[in-house]
């Protein structure tokens, strides 16, 4: 059985007849998106009906995160952050000496510069992903 509804925020309006099987109509009020089409798993679509207690506050989450987390270590943050420096320093200076011995327009050196890129777009991401958390 299909759903048929489209709610805005929490507020299903009408479920009617095609209301999930097993409930009633008040007992429906997720957040419903429009599922026409959708082939349901056994759980005939309750795991599309959310609403916001169903969700553990930030208390909630902190409270099963251990303490120590919550610690800084500036000294191991500085030794990560070191790491990525130079890796993406060493990458970028194989690059550099690379472009003198296999010239990138070549067709044939498409395949060693793709593999570059890879290692290279790998090991950067670690910078990346600090500058977006410094970002927050």
Known sequence: ????????????????????????????????IDLEGIAFSGLKGK??????????????????????????????SLGYLSVSVAGTAACTAVGVAMLGVFDPSN????????AYSAVTG?????LWVLAHECGH
């Open 107 to 114: 067709v044939f050196t498409w395949p060693l510069w793709t």
């Open 47 to 76: 795991a599309l009906s959310l609403t916001p207690e169903d969700f553990p506050g930030a208390a909630k989450v902190r409270g099963v995160i251990p303490e120590d987390c919550f610690e800084p270590e500036t000294a191991k």
């Open 1 to 32: 059985q299909k759903l048929n509804a489209v709610a805005v925020g929490n507020d299903v309006s009408s479920i009617g007849e095609n209301s999930m099987p097993g409930q009633s109509e008040s007992s429906n009020t997720g957040a419903m």
């Open 122 to 126: 790998t090991v950067a991401m670690g």
